[in-house]
């Protein structure tokens, strides 16, 4: 079974700085990845997605992640967050079924 | 333009009671699921239905049963609410495929309170 961790469940930062969110999985089997953003009140919005090919991927909103195979992970990063990317960010993963697992969830916090 | 509906968006429970949570999408999608949001434990799957008329377990199934009434709708019930399933709780839906496309898309939540 497949499993994703993200190791900081706050990411306090000031605008216009860069920002990594950390995600590692486990799985047996190949995965696809996915990043999920989720703004106060509202459900969860697609940030981008990992399936094959290019190991960078770009998002909307600037955001891009980066599939490392061998050390599990798939890392969000922005090179510059405005205070309106303060929101909750999810990782999440699918391996050979059609579940997806979620991470516990990064809050982005971004001061002035 | 709708996407996935759910309804209601608040609700407030007495220990014991019971409810059913609904959920519509119209994009003609196979799969359908539901999650719960609890703070530092991310969403969990509760249940999910590949196709119409089949509905599997999730990671938390316990307390809950759904329905997939037909391609559009997935409910979920609580036929005796206890306080630990104060939580949102999420619907979802994707395309067809093997996962290669997967592609949630989320209703609004269901803000439910059990006292």
């Known amino acids: 079974a497949q499993s994703v961790t993200q190791l900081d469940s706050q990411v306090p930062v000031f605008e216009e700085a860069p920002v990594e969110l950390r995600c590692n999985y486990s799985?047996?089997?190949?995965?696809?990845l996915f990043w999920y953003v989720q703004y106060p009140n509202q459900g969860l919005q697609l940030l981008l997605k990992y399936l094959s090919g290019s190991t960078l991927v770009k998002g909307i909103n600037g955001f891009e992640a980066e599939f490392n195979k061998s050390q599990t992970s798939f890392h969000l990063r922005k090179p510059s967050v405005h205070i309106s990317d303060t929101a909750e960010y999810f990782c999440?993963?699918?391996?050979?079924?059609?579940?997806?697992?979620f991470g516990t969830g990064t809050r982005l916090q971004v001061f002035p | 333009n709708a996407g996935v509906t759910q309804t209601p968006k608040f609700q407030v429970l007495k220990t014991g009671q019971s409810m059913t949570l609904q959920c519509a999408q119209d994009m003609n999608h196979n799969s359908m699921y539901w999650y719960r949001q609890d703070p530092g434990m991310g969403l969990r799957l509760i249940y999910y239905?590949?196709?119409?008329?089949?509905?599997d377990k999730g990671e938390v199934p316990n307390g809950y049963n759904v329905s997939r009434l037909n391609k559009r709708e997935f409910s979920l019930r609580l036929e005796s609410a206890a306080p630990s399933q104060t939580s949102v709780y999420f619907c979802?839906?994707?395309?067809?495929?093997?996962?290669?496309?997967?592609?949630?898309?989320f209703g609004s939540g269901t803000q439910l309170s059990v006292l």
């Open positions: 799985s047996s089997v190949s995965v696809y």
């Open positions: 239905s590949a196709s119409e008329g089949t509905t």
């Open positions: 979802a839906s994707s395309g067809t495929g093997t996962g290669a496309e997967e592609k949630l898309f």
């Open positions: 999440a993963v699918i391996g050979n079924t059609d579940k997806l697992i």
